[in-house]
């Protein structure tokens, strides 16, 4: 058990769109991701997940909609949803998802990564 | 799929040690909760429980030390692990735990809640 500050784990690292696992519970991962830019279509098949802005805006285009989410707001991607994350300045985020979950979902794609680092 | 304003969700109660659900995912809750004051000692049998700091200083007490988490710091506390939570002044806080988390655990207490209500 240990006190797990966000800014000290995100002044950790700077690259973009690789999630670091900084706790687990009941078979879930808690990670946390700087990302930039426009991200892949994907969805996962049986996972649903959870962003939650710690700084910046993020966007989040789904087939028939785009959501915006500011610093302290956040959603629940259900399964199977696609959806593509957009950040137009960096963005901070918490993540919550299955420790199964792969960040690109099914896609295999250059950004996917496979063993995901703990911080 | 909507988006979830923290600070939003936390101006529509002002009551003490009664968590509300805001989200769900994979069989887990996201919970919010203002708190003051000191809670009961307990545990959860069966599951793991993350707090995250929206708002002021917690402290946690487990048998053998003390935890201090302020603002933007979280901690998950396993399953079986006896603690009390101490907030000397209000603290806004967000948990995440399986949905069938009791937050007094296997304590039957005035502070019990049968029923958890949806912000």
Redesign the interface.
């Known amino acids: 058990?240990?006190?797990?500050?966000?800014?000290n784990k995100f002044s950790q690292f700077n690259e973009h769109w690789t999630p670091k696992i900084i706790?687990?519970?009941?078979?879930?991962h808690?990670k946390i991701a700087k990302v930039k830019g426009e991200f892949i279509w994907h969805d996962h098949a049986n996972?649903?997940?959870?962003f939650l802005i710690i700084k910046g805006t993020l966007k989040i285009e789904?087939r028939d909609r785009t959501?915006?989410?500011?610093e302290?707001?956040?959603?629940?991607?259900?399964k199977g949803?696609e959806h593509k994350p957009i950040a137009e300045e960096e963005v901070w985020l918490l993540l919550?998802?299955?420790a199964s979950t792969k960040h690109t979902g099914d896609v295999e794609h250059e950004l996917t990564q496979k063993e995901l680092e703990w911080l």
């Open positions: 058990m240990e006190v797990i500050n966000l800014n706790g687990a519970l009941n078979g879930q808690v996972e649903d997940e959870l789904f959501l915006t989410l500011q302290g707001e956040l959603c629940v991607i259900p949803v919550m998802e299955p």
